[in-house]
């Protein structure tokens, strides 16, 4: 079992980049299925970035072309680079973990991010 711990989150202007870590507190990413999420106040949950155990990545159109999902396994850690930051970016960011793909989902305690214009 693993347990996604955040950090990284901060308070940026518009257009500055941020980088996302998400470890692990137990199990190894090798075998997870991972994605990160995000949830602004007042809004539903989003799905933003995915990553598979073959490390096919994807990406909700509204973060395409700007951040970057990636997993290094040997630091066993997960992590969203985030470029070009837009207001519309400000929410509290939350790393899951899916063990063996499947649909027992572990959450972290998510990290907040701030993008003022």
């Known amino acids: 079992q693993v347990q996604p711990v955040e950090s990284g989150g901060a308070s940026v202007q518009a257009g500055e980049s941020l980088r996302l870590s998400c470890a692990s507190a137990?199990?190894?990413?090798?075998?997870?299925?991972m994605a990160w999420f995000r949830q602004a106040p007042g809004k539903d949950r989003e799905g933003i970035a995915a990553?598979?155990?073959?490390?096919?990545?994807g990406y909700a159109n509204s973060v395409k072309g700007r951040f970057t999902i990636s997993k290094d396994n040997a630091k066993n850690t997960l992590y969203l680079q985030m470029n070009s930051l837009k207001p519309e970016d400000t929410a509290m960011y939350y790393c899951?973990?899916?063990?063996?793909?499947?649909?027992?989902?572990?959450w972290g305690q998510g990290t907040q991010v701030t993008v003022s214009s």
């Open positions: 990553i598979n155990n073959k490390y096919a990545k």
């Open positions: 137990g199990d190894t990413y090798r075998n997870y299925c």
């Open positions: 899951v973990a899916y063990p063996g793909c499947g649909t027992t989902q572990y």
